[in-house]
C-alpha cells in the first residue's frame, strides 16, 4: 500500500467527530442519532461512525 494512502486510513480512523454533528452532515435520521448516542456517546471516531451508521439512499 502506498505511504499517503495509509497515511490518509490512519487518520480517517482516528479523526473524532461529534455524533450529532456527524449525523446532520450525513443526513442521518433522528432515530438513528439516538442509536449512535447510545453505542458511543457524544463522540466517536469517523470510522466508528461510518460502519454502524444506517441512512436511506441519496436517489428515489
Same mark, same amino acid.
Given at each position: #500500500? *502506498? /505511504?499517503?494512502?495509509?497515511? @490518509?486510513?490512519?487518520? /480517517? @480512523?482516528? +479523526?473524532t467527530w461529534s455524533v450529532?454533528?456527524?449525523? #446532520?452532515?450525513?443526513?442521518? &435520521?433522528? @432515530?438513528? +442519532? &439516538?442509536?449512535?448516542?447510545?453505542?458511543?456517546?457524544?463522540y466517536a471516531t469517523e470510522?466508528?461512525l461510518r460502519y454502524n451508521?444506517?441512512? +436511506?439512499?441519496?436517489? *428515489?
Amino acid at each position: #500500500m *502506498h /505511504s499517503k494512502s495509509v497515511k @490518509a486510513v490512519a487518520a /480517517s @480512523a482516528t +479523526q473524532t467527530w461529534s455524533v450529532k454533528e456527524f449525523c #446532520m452532515r450525513n443526513e442521518i &435520521t433522528e @432515530a438513528e +442519532q &439516538t442509536k449512535l448516542l447510545r453505542l458511543f456517546g457524544e463522540y466517536a471516531t469517523e470510522c466508528e461512525l461510518r460502519y454502524n451508521a444506517k441512512r +436511506q439512499p441519496r436517489f *428515489h
